[in-house]
Every structure is written in structure tokens, then in C-alpha cells.
């Protein structure tokens, strides 16, 4: 049986689901215009909503209501689908948040400066 995800990923994930809202936000797209690509209903973008919409695909591709009960695989794989989505839709891809992009962001913010 496959793990389920870790603490850090969970972390990550809100992370991401805020960092996405950011993203929509930036190209003035609203959660009626995100939920027409995912084929759902009509509400201002926020990391909140962009979760509910997430667990949403979650829910109607795996059959769990929680992100804890996913697997590697299923979050791995449901991200690329999901942040596809988001790109179509922005233009824009959103990283979703590691350690290894945290250092080197860090790295790149000091020596750069």
C-alpha cells in the first residue's frame, strides 16, 4: 500500500493553493472563469476556494474527500493535472513549493543583491 503524504507536503499544498489564488488574481481571473475550466460554480478566487476546487477533483477522480487520504502518486499526479489547468487559463505556471525551491530562491535573494 502506498504511503499517504507528508506533513511538509500538506504544508506545501496550502502553500500552493495560495500562491495559485495570487496567480488568478494577478491575471484577473475570477473563480467563475476557473470553475467554467473545472466545470463547477460561479466564487471569488482565494487559497480557500482553490482548495474546495482541488478537493473537488479530488473527490470526483479518487473517490477521497480529504487531501490527507492521498497518496504521493494521486498529489503528484492530481497537481499536474490541476496546475495544467491553471496555465491554460493564466498563462502562468505555479511552482508548487519545495524545500529545494525555497534554498534556491534564498541562495539566488543573496548573491544576487
Do not use: C, W
Not at 8 to 13: A, C, F, G, I, P
Not at 27 to 37: E, I, Q, T
Not at 48 to 66: E, Q, Y
Not at 108 to 113: A, F, K, P, T
Amino acid at each position: 500500500m502506498e504511503k499517504t503524504r507528508t506533513d511538509k507536503q500538506n504544508r506545501s499544498l496550502h502553500k500552493y493553493f495560495n500562491d495559485v489564488a495570487l496567480v488568478l488574481m494577478e491575471h484577473g481571473v475570477d473563480v467563475r472563469m476557473l470553475l467554467a475550466k473545472f466545470k463547477e460554480d460561479d466564487v471569488p478566487p482565494s487559497g480557500d476556494n482553490v482548495k474546495a476546487i482541488f478537493k473537488s477533483i479530488l473527490f470526483r477522480t479518487h473517490g477521497k474527500t480529504t487531501t490527507k487520504e492521498m497518496t504521493t502518486t494521486e498529489l503528484n499526479d492530481l497537481l499536474m493535472y490541476f496546475n495544467k489547468n491553471i496555465a491554460e487559463l493564466t498563462g502562468e505556471s505555479v511552482e508548487f513549493p519545495s524545500e529545494e525551491l525555497r534554498q534556491l530562491i534564498s541562495f539566488y535573494s543573496q548573491n544576487l543583491v
